[in-house]
């Protein structure tokens, strides 16, 4: 789904982060049918005042039909997709992790980086983008435990200590020790922004990637018969072995993955896939109703239209993420403008239809300069030309 920022030219705050994050939380709080009174009168107040939210809501509201406005507002919806494990606990209410998975789905829908979709008619406004980029760099990797406390990640090499749980980070990495209180089991959320990627190591060992635009909702310390997490984004995981408690992870898709000790990588990226590949062990995907199993060497893609599609992958092109490395096959140029704004941070805007519909073979390397990819596809003539503009996004031609 294409996305873009709204910009909010009435006054200095209307222009902020801190608007654009606020009203996107109330969108998402609206259409799951979780918005306050309150909220909803503000909400309502800003859309009919300002004719850019008032836009971005209906260009919203088109993406879902109108049955799944009724899904998502449902009680027997929410109560039919929760699954029986632990659930979180907040001031006002408690919302089981399913639901917070299709909350997470809608904001994810409304931008990755709590920024505005809008729909656009053609290729070239899809690439018309300014992409919370920038904003999500500068907020950097978020840490929000279950009793409101937040952290910024991004720069820290020290220790946390609070509410039992000893964090110890890195400029790209967070493991934890955590205690016996009741808080070390309720949910925290880990948010990657675009244009960075974070290694997490939980309390059972398992390791977990953050791919960029990742969110990853996870307890300090695993109770009962399972080991439940939800991920919207990438991740590749190395699962610890354990055989008394199997580790679940809940998508935004409303679909899950089971696991006992195993390596693969899980892209989420778009609300209406789950592509799963394989790299040792065994995992079972279940979701809509449809179930599979899928050995190593194999990739498992789910869509709720087609059904279940298994097929060996191309292991470099899938996994080379975590190396700094993107792989491009047969991509159009809209799609290479879509990863080098999620994946690097930069503002990318295509120029005219022509340059959209281009094909492009070869790999986009994180580890340098962004010049060398753009020479090297001027060079190609899959492209005419390029430039930065004075705000700093990369127009291609």
């Known amino acids: 789904m294409p996305g873009s920022t709204v910009l909010f030219m009435q006054s200095d705050y209307m222009q902020s982060r801190r608007y654009a994050d606020h009203i996107s939380q109330l969108m998402y709080e609206k259409l799951a049918g979780m918005i306050s009174p309150q909220d909803d009168a503000y909400l309502e107040e800003q859309i009919t005042k300002y004719e850019q939210v008032r836009k971005a809501w209906d260009n919203l509201q088109r993406q879902f039909s109108k049955e799944d406005h009724q899904r998502f507002q449902s009680s027997e919806f929410w109560q039919h997709s929760s699954p029986p494990a632990w659930k979180m606990s907040t001031p006002g209410w408690r919302m089981s992790i399913q639901r917070i998975s299709w909350a997470a789905m809608l904001l994810g829908c409304i931008g990755a980086a709590s920024y505005f979709l809008v729909r656009h008619k053609t290729e070239v406004d899809k690439s018309r983008m300014v992409a919370a980029s920038l904003s999500g760099?500068?907020?950097?990797?978020?840490?929000?435990?279950?009793?409101?406390?937040?952290?910024?990640?991004?720069?820290?090499?020290?220790?946390?200590?609070?509410?039992?749980?000893?964090?110890?980070?890195a400029k790209t990495s967070l493991s934890y020790k955590a205690g016996n209180s009741d808080l070390t089991a309720t949910i925290n959320t880990l948010t990657v922004p675009i244009g960075r990627d974070y290694k997490v190591l939980l309390s059972d060992g398992t390791e977990i990637w953050l791919n960029a635009a990742t969110t990853l909702q996870f307890p300090f310390r695993f109770d009962g018969k399972a080991r439940e997490i939800t991920v919207i984004?990438?991740?590749?995981?190395?699962?610890?072995?354990?055989?008394?408690?199997?580790?679940?992870?809940?998508?935004?898709?409303?679909?899950?993955?089971?696991?006992?000790?195993?390596?693969?990588?899980?892209?989420?990226?778009?609300?209406?896939f789950v592509k799963v590949a394989l790299?040792?062990?065994?995992v079972s995907v279940q979701i809509a109703g449809m179930q599979s199993t899928i050995t190593p060497g194999q990739q498992a893609v789910f869509d709720k239209k087609n059904g279940v599609?298994?097929?060996?992958?191309?292991?470099?092109?899938?996994?080379?993420?975590?190396?700094?490395?993107?792989?491009?096959?047969?991509?159009?140029?809209?799609e290479v403008s879509q990863i080098c704004m999620r994946?690097?941070?930069?503002?990318?805007?295509?120029?005219?239809?022509?340059?959209a519909q281009q094909r492009f073979f070869g790999k986009l390397d994180r580890n340098r300069p962004l010049k060398d990819f753009m020479e090297a596809l001027k060079s190609t003539k899959i492209i005419e030309d390029y430039y930065y503009d004075k705000e700093g996004a990369l127009h291609i031609k």
């Open 279 to 282: 790299v040792k062990g065994s």
């Open 343 to 355: 994946w690097l941070g930069i503002n990318t805007i295509l120029d005219n239809n022509t340059v």
């Open 309 to 334: 599609n298994i097929a060996p992958f191309d292991a470099e092109e899938v996994l080379s993420w975590k190396d700094g490395i993107y792989y491009f096959n047969n991509a159009t140029m809209t």
């Open 233 to 272: 984004g990438e991740a590749f995981f190395k699962v610890a072995k354990n055989a008394d408690m199997p580790f679940i992870i809940h998508t935004a898709q409303a679909g899950e993955i089971k696991v006992l000790g195993t390596e693969f990588n899980l892209n989420t990226y778009d609300t209406t």
């Open 137 to 169: 760099k500068q907020n950097g990797i978020q840490l929000k435990l279950a009793n409101g406390s937040l952290f910024d990640l991004s720069t820290r090499t020290d220790s946390i200590s609070v509410d039992g749980v000893h964090l110890s980070t």
